[in-house]
């Protein structure tokens, strides 16, 4: 069968792939569009280290077929820092030492940012229910939680949401 | 001993070298490299538990368009039962079975065959075209039913009192007369417990990409916990002798200690060698949970005997723990740790390696150690209960201390196993109230640690800053460690410092990563090549200067004169020197390679509340702290991160991880949905406290941190949850079937 053609916007680029019918947005991701920051370590939607976001979505994107992007817009880790400027997230988890092997640090910092930017102000609880899809096996989560929590602290106090929208 | 005071570096949370990576999602793990024309490797692997392999036919597979290789266990090198060959802890024989069935497939997910092909999607037909005739044999999963008399033995040729047996090994320490000293006992507790085995659970299934050229060059990239473990076994496995394969180590996604053996990387090498191709291989999860780890489920006895006062006079425990399809289980730690917390006259501790048909078990933090503690810290919780004393009390009447000889040999140095008892007792975690259901347990626990073989290369740049190269995969942050030992010897900022892990090609050799041995070792042979450098530089100075090198003393960065008698110069900086390198004497660069000693054991207390809800059966852990003496923390963010993932991995062994099999002998939850792994949610903040007792046998103190926080943690849940009940439990996990097993039972 003939490969399937789809377009669609990632980090903000128009982007086109071809992938076959059952291939997954993954497997777009890793494969022809050469992004292998979203990481692959259930392929059933368990771990969330392949986090992205979908028209703002939180997504799995080894649960969502890649010719489910055509015309969407696909948020991925390589567009989380602004050039040579990191996210504030990104900057927080390297100071509170939020990450130790980095498999899950991807998917972590998607699913971070696509909290903060629905809730701006959350709870302890709240950001562990938001993570709970985003298995972390080296750190016991604390450290992450804290930078999650710190990070949207600062964010309020210096009003930088808007200018990493 | 050189234990620097006023650090500019050690001790402060710096920006991890290769942070900025992998928080953007640049650093390349295993899976994340393509080489040109590289095609895909895929395994079959057995249904059966237990079957012996009449004949393979991979005709049709081979005749498949698309496939590029087939390969069996015809292709791997046959390393003879009768003999031994061991490398490290590893023996070939098991491993050479264990990678790919040969007469017999001993475990449901044992490799058969592999195929490479131009697609994973044909590359996973192919493996169903290929015709395995087996004879499907009995088999036995759990301890119990491989030691029946009539249980289906696995190997006829391991042999245990005479006969053919399902017991690989015994392993036996010993000190004083037990029998003596429990006549001397007043109170004696003998309890057993179970455990079920457990899996690492690191998030990055096993991956690698291999090249072969004609010539038999062989380029290995892949995530392990050691590129010379990798490019050992896999010179053993395939035949190509070590200095015709280059091992890269990947960025390595967890291992914990399930990445210190091969299980790809022979398989794909033969594949590309014989396919002309470079052949990638990716694990799918179910594989991971099938085929690779976990650490042994175990069966155990353990009995204490004290005086009234609490002294205790004998400690026997009897452990035996599976080892899966193959020999090999962590007896070792579960023998000769369990009882080193204390200073016990009589001691009497073995253990047995139990053969059935699971997959072969790997090391898993602390190998063995947390099995033996959770026994033997549960006793001691009833222990106390039967004396009245106060938990905490209790250790620190019998702690282990400077002098004390353990059981498993050595005398101990200067520990610090008592001030995590005396901080535990006084943090206000140990008299916080608790609520209705709600209960505290406390535990302890002790690992060997280790040292080994390591080499460092330190380099100074043309534009006077450093590159440091070492041989060990960083796991959770040794290379900031690294980095801040050596900024601080060299009085330069540590940003100046690059930590790379270098490949077999480019650094000499080092033992794995493993043991809670990288920091110990590394710092070491790091701190003795930048002495070395240091040595330079002052020679350096001194020769410009036209003094003696002895007048030079280096800080802050620079050659300095030692002493206004040594004359008025202004300092040289190491940029300055490095500038000046061509004209005087060349390079500065300086390498060392160690076989380092004095990796002194580790110690940790830990207190742990949780919250039972008698409905549903669910513990919740809802405070914990973590008491560990760590030597002295280089990094402190990342010694607390071991500490804090050591207690999330118990948390999730204590309550709810285990393999569960069905009644064809097959795992039935090899997935992250039905082995359930602590979430986010699952858990409180993780509060540490790193005592520091420095190593007297390390230049800046240093002892392994890694292993010792997964130790305790099962018996502080466990008595925790008496403490909320007022009820044992005596098997793991305590999920929360079993918890209204236990809670019914009452009524």
Not at chain 2, 448 to 472: K, L, M, P, R, Y
Not at chain 2, 696 to 719: F, I, R, S, T
Request: hydrophobic share 40%.
């Amino acid at each position: 069968m003939a490969k399937l053609h789809v377009s669609t916007t990632i980090n903000g680029e128009p982007a086109e792939f071809l992938c076959e019918p059952g291939d997954t947005m993954l497997d777009a991701l890793r494969g022809p569009l050469g992004l292998t920051g979203s990481k692959e370590g259930c392929s059933s939607g368990d771990c969330g280290a392949c986090s992205i976001t979908l028209d703002d979505r939180l997504v799995c994107s080894c649960l969502m077929l890649a010719v489910e992007a055509e015309g969407q817009d696909i948020r991925t880790i390589e567009g989380m820092a602004h050039g040579e400027h990191l996210h504030p997230l990104q900057q927080k988890f390297l100071e509170l030492a939020a990450l130790q092997c980095g498999i899950c640090t991807s998917g972590m910092l998607v699913a971070s940012d696509a909290l903060l930017r629905k809730n701006p102000k959350p709870s302890e609880e709240e950001v562990r229910f938001w993570l709970a899809g985003n298995l972390c096996r080296c750190t016991g989560y604390d450290k992450i939680v804290r930078a999650v929590l710190e990070t949207a602290s600062d964010m309020r106090e210096q009003g930088t949401r808007e200018s990493w929208q | 001993m050189n234990i620097i005071t006023n650090n500019k570096w050690i001790g402060q949370r710096t920006i991890r070298p290769d942070g900025a990576d992998k928080v953007t999602g640049r650093a390349a793990f295993a899976a994340d490299t393509n080489m040109p024309g590289m095609i895909w490797g895929k395994i079959l692997r057995s249904p059966h538990p237990h079957a012996r392999i009449r004949s393979i036919d991979t005709s049709k597979a081979e005749a498949l368009p698309g496939v590029k290789a087939v390969v069996t266990s015809r292709d791997i090198v046959d390393f003879p039962v009768d003999k031994s060959v061991m490398l490290g802890i590893q023996d070939m024989r098991w491993m050479c079975r264990n990678v790919m069935a040969r007469d017999k497939a001993l475990f449901p997910g044992h490799p058969v065959a592999a195929v490479a092909a131009t697609t994973e999607a044909i590359a996973a037909r192919a493996c169903e075209l290929i015709e395995v005739d087996y004879e499907v044999l009995p088999w036995s999963i759990e301890i119990d039913d491989a030691l029946t008399p009539d249980a289906p033995v696995l190997h006829e040729f391991i042999k245990f009192e005479g006969k053919p047996s399902n017991i690989a090994g015994r392993l036996e320490v010993k000190k004083g007369d037990i029998a003596e000293g429990f006549k001397q006992a007043e109170v004696v507790i003998e309890r057993s417990f179970t455990t079920r085995p457990v899996h690492q659970g690191y998030i990055e299934p096993h991956a690698c990409l291999i090249s072969v050229a004609p010539d038999n060059k062989t380029t290995i990239w892949s995530s392990s916990q050691g590129q010379f473990m990798v490019r050992a076994m896999t010179a053993y496995l395939t035949g190509i002798p070590q200095s015709d394969i280059r091992a890269i180590p990947a960025e390595i996604g967890g291992g914990f200690g399930g990445k210190t053996i091969v299980y790809l990387e022979p398989l794909a090498t033969l594949l590309a060698k014989k396919s002309g191709r470079p052949v990638k291989m990716v694990m799918t999860r179910e594989e991971v949970m099938r085929a690779t780890g976990p650490t042994s489920g175990s069966k155990s006895t353990v009995k204490i005997g004290a005086k009234k006062d609490g002294s205790i006079v004998a400690a026997q425990g009897t452990f035996y723990l599976q080892a899966g399809a193959l020999p090999g289980s962590p007896i070792r730690g579960a023998v000769g740790c369990s009882f080193s917390p204390y200073d016990i006259p009589n001691v009497l501790s073995v253990g047995f390696d139990v053969l059935s048909n699971r997959s072969k078990v790997a090391a898993y933090r602390a190998p063995g150690a947390p099995i033996g503690a959770y026994a033997v810290e549960c006793v001691m919780d009833e222990l106390a209960e039967a004396l009245k004393m106060d938990p905490l009390e209790l250790r620190l009447k019998n702690a282990a201390r400077q002098g004390t000889k353990a059981a498993f040999g050595p005398v101990f140095p200067r520990i610090g196993y008592v001030e995590t008892l005396q901080a535990a007792r006084a943090h206000p975690h140990y008299s916080a109230p608790l609520g209705k259901l709600q209960g505290r347990g406390v535990a302890s626990g002790f690992w060997f640690n280790a040292g080994g073989e390591s080499s460092a290369q330190v380099n100074i740049t043309e534009d006077g800053n450093v590159v440091v190269t070492t041989g060990h995969p960083d796991i959770g942050g040794s290379r900031a460690a690294i980095a801040n030992i050596c900024a601080e010897l060299l009085g330069i900022d540590y940003r100046r410092v690059s930590v790379l892990i270098g490949d077999t090609a480019t650094i000499g050799f080092s033992n794995l990563t493993g043991g809670s041995r990288v920091l110990f070792a590394s710092a070491m042979v790091v701190t003795q090549s930048t002495d070395k450098i240091i040595t330079t530089l002052r020679e350096r100075a001194a020769k410009i200067w036209e003094i003696d090198p002895e007048a030079v003393k280096w800080e802050n960065g620079a050659a300095h004169p030692a002493s206004p008698n040594a004359g008025k110069f202004e300092p040289l900086t190491l940029a300055e020197l490095a500038a000046k390198a061509p004209q005087m004497g060349g390079p500065i660069g300086a390498g060392v390679q160690l076989n380092t000693e004095g990796a002194e054991g580790g110690f940790g207390t830990h207190i742990c509340d949780v919250e039972v809800d008698p409905e549903l059966g669910i513990v919740r852990v809802i405070r914990y702290t973590a008491v560990q003496d760590v030597g002295r923390a280089i990094h402190p963010g990342y010694v607390e991160g071991q500490m804090q993932g050591g207690v999330a991995q118990g948390i999730g062994w204590a309550l709810n991880e285990e393999y569960i099999y069905n009644r064809d002998g097959k795992v039935d939850n090899p997935g992250f949905l039905d082995y359930r792994m602590p979430v986010c949610s699952d858990l409180p903040m993780l509060d540490t406290v790193m005592v520091e007792v420095p190593n007297p046998k390390h230049p800046q103190g240093v002892k392994g941190v890694g292993e010792v926080p997964l130790v305790p943690v099962m018996a502080a849940v466990a008595n925790a949850i008496h403490n909320a009940l007022g009820k044992r439990f005596y098997s793991l996990p305590m999920s929360p079937p079993r918890v209204l097993e236990v809670i019914e039972a009452k009524a």
